[in-house]
């Protein structure tokens, strides 16, 4: 039977939610070159795709955060599937800015959170955990306590991965790099010559470039 990281990966993969092209790579907005794209907003165009995602997180929430009184989900990209996953627990719900509001209330989180409330994190994605961690610290600001995060999606960077253990947070993803890779070989998606490429890109994404896999 296929584990629910082997189930995503080939939805993710089946609506281009997650792209490959370790011989013609993506820049990113940080500027590295990534054999990689990800956007897991797409998901919420495919009615069967959302609701998978929603119920393995729920899933996730309920088996190693038994103890969660709220979700928040991380602006922009998880606000949605935040709020589908809080509407499948029955749980309160608010959403975490990267800024503040710049009118108003010049609001940081979204909704209301009593101080001393249990929070899980929903994220879309992790990648350097640096957006993610910021969201857990302005939870955390206003007094209530997060008790873990899970995530659409990892690419299971080591920088994150010391990040989160450094601020004592719990990640459990659904889905994650490795298994997205086996996949998208089984599937034919990739030849398996590319996925050296593909892994040494993730021991150093800010210095890849697409000769380098080839030093």
């Given at each position: 039977m296929k584990q629910?990281?082997?189930?995503?990966?080939?939805?993710?993969?089946?609506?281009s939610a997650i792209k490959l092209q370790p011989n013609n790579p993506f820049i990113w907005a940080s500027g590295w070159n990534s054999p990689i794209y990800t956007d897991n907003r797409t998901t919420l165009s495919y009615p069967d795709v959302r609701n998978f995602i929603k119920v393995e997180l729920s899933r996730i929430v309920?088996?190693?955060?038994?103890?969660?009184?709220?979700?928040?989900g991380v602006a922009t990209g998880a606000i949605a599937m935040g709020a589908l996953v809080a509407d499948t627990l029955g749980l309160p719900y608010v959403y975490v800015r990267s800024t503040p509001k710049d009118h108003g209330?010049?609001?940081?989180?979204?909704?209301?959170?009593?101080?001393?409330?249990?929070?899980?994190?929903?994220?879309?994605?992790?990648?350097?955990?640096g957006s993610s961690l910021k969201a857990v610290e302005a939870i955390r600001n206003v007094g209530c306590e997060v008790v873990g995060m899970t995530c659409i999606f990892t690419y299971e960077f080591p920088v994150s991965v010391k990040r989160f253990s450094d601020a004592n947070v719990t990640l459990v993803p659904l889905g994650n790099y490795t298994s997205m890779l086996e996949v998208a070989v089984k599937t034919d998606y990739i030849r398996p010559n590319e996925v050296e490429t593909l892994k040494e890109w993730r021991k150093n994404p800010a210095g890849w470039t697409p000769d380098s896999s080839k030093d």
């Open positions: 629910p990281d082997q189930l995503l990966a080939e939805k993710l993969l089946q609506i309920l088996e190693n955060f038994p103890d969660a009184e709220a979700i928040a209330l010049e609001n940081l989180i979204e909704g209301n959170l009593k101080p001393g409330t249990k929070v899980v994190v929903i994220e879309d994605l992790v990648s350097t955990g």
